[in-house]
């Protein structure tokens, strides 16, 4: 058996266990050896049933006496054992594992680890973990009782009690198996790989698990940071085919004609990126600032740079609402210089007087192979968590490495920016406009809620508009979430505003029927839109002044900022109402956050820390590299990771000296970025 065997190909792994294996991408031997506990039961204590004491989480060893399954009066099967260890007898209860009778047999000698139940007529353990007693059985240690016993999540029906069994029947003859990638000067006085790997699965102690952990989390983190730096020089090393000039004059002039001040930070970030445009390298840079920082009128000074060069441009958003905007606002803003802009989506093609354009706005519809993209020095993604990897590198090659400027309003905690976005340069918009008030934001508990219908009904009558969003019901816009968006625009409609002007907005429009909607909000014709979530990156209206967001438990911290984002944007006071499904305290503590904090930042800093890294960040940049084990909050481990990382591709930038680091990293980045 190898490291790289099937699971298929082991005894006692049928096909329903094999599609179960699947869905938590457990293919190879390796994989399950590579699947680390989340937490550890500790069945350390050994103990007696004459000392043990109630609510004592401990182990004993003795024999059975006798078992045997009853029912109760509501049908349901419990086995019953009288087990005893020599110090006295205590009854053991199972639930619904009528099975167990055909396992254990009275005489059978076993190891039992629970929590004891003591009362004054009887002592008792309930649901206890068991396993043969050493001496009678066939395995080197103890795996599931009287020891740290390593909890396994249990998604798909895969037991603990099974993998734990499979895993350290499997790592005997695997660890010889099992190479070190690390050299000597990484790995300095870390576990080697083996070693970690037994003991993160069968640690002696928790210290053991410790140093465990620490050697796995450091290899996920530094392979993450080989693979960005990599990216990184992969990118610096190419020449563009494009070099741009900075016209310094007209750049001022640009500036100075808009009918605002830019801030001092987007006066900045312009200054960085044009920076980068003078070098001879492609640039790959992120631009991150909060909703309405004014992200797109910087693309649009660097834009006017490129056209100045001679040079045309593509900016590409996530939707066809947010590509319309983003046209109009261009063309507003370019226009007046002769820039022409075009519109490229999955539903509308068109250029304005059938004029080559010298900026072509669209979707992902730009990817498609009909349009040329020749003689395309820059390309703007805006909203980049909603694009991967994948689709900048087809962008790249089809417009020969173009400057690459990204855009997101989500703001990025310092340790991500280091590991999963260590590719890119970053630049941050870290002031808003004068004069942008901050969203004043209420959790509303439901005994309030008809307080709430009756203020945004105020605020109609003054002449504002509102957004109800609907709850989220998956992680993307699906068929399920139109539908509940639907019920619920149904109810407001009879139920509660049946004289205001509703509307309903939610992915599984039409375009068109989606672009009518907006356009009707927009010149006042609706005055409450019910929308999904999908309006967390489009829709500009200043007249909205409330936002009131269904289910906001389901959402991150940093989304809901960013939805509600989408009023204060004008001169009067902005609300957002905050309605929960889970009433419980944590759930709701976590929102009211969102009461106190108004900076995009710290709210995802505290997303990191409340929900963990691996849903919110996992897919975002690179591929599906989700965290198994390390933590994104631990800076120290990723300066670390990083500082070593930097180390190695500076001594060998192709890892050529580390054959068997190199063969790692390749088969991880197959892993998680397939093709
Ligand atoms: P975002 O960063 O969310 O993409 P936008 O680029 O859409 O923000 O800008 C939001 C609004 O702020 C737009 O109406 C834009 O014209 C305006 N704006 C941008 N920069 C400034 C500024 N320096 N002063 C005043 N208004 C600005
Ligand atoms: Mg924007």
Redesign the pocket.
Known sequence: MQLDTPLSALMGIGPILLSRLKKLNLNTVEDLLNYYPFRYEDYSHISSVMQAQSGEKLTLSGEVWSIGNTYTKFRKVLTKAIFNDGSGPIEIIWFNQPWLIKSITSGDKLQISGKIKKTRSKIQIISPQWEKLQAFSNQQYNIHTGRLVPVYSETYGLTSKWLRAKISQLLPNMLPKIIDYLSEEVRQDMLSLPEAITQIHFPANLDEAKNAYQRLAFDELFLIQLATLRQKASWQNKTTTYPIEINSVKLDQFIND??????NA?LRVIKEISHDLSQGTPMNRLVQ??????????AAAIIFLTYLSGLGSVVMAPTEILAFQHYQ?LDKLLGPYGIQIGLYTGSKKFTKQNIKPEVIVGTHALLSDQLSLANIGLAVI?EQQRFGVEQRTKLRHKAKVPHFLT?T?TPIPRTVALTLYGDLDLSV?DEL???RKVVRTYYVPESKRADSYRFIENEVKNGSQVYIITPLIEQSETLLSAKAAKVEFERLSKDIFPKLRLGLLHGRLKSKEKEKVIADFKLHNIDILVSTSVVEVGV?V?NATVMAIEGADRFGLAQLHQLR?RVG?GEKESFAFLFAEDSTYPAISRLKNLEKIHDGLQLSELDLQIRGSGQIYGTMQSGSWELKIASLTDLNLLEKTRNFAQKILQASPNLDKYPQLKAKLTKTLAEVMPD
């Open positions: 808009l009918p605002f001040r830019l801030t987007q600032g909060e909703v309405g920082s004014g992200k797109t009128v910087v606002t805006d855009m309003a918009i406009p004068k004069g500009d200043p984002g944007r």
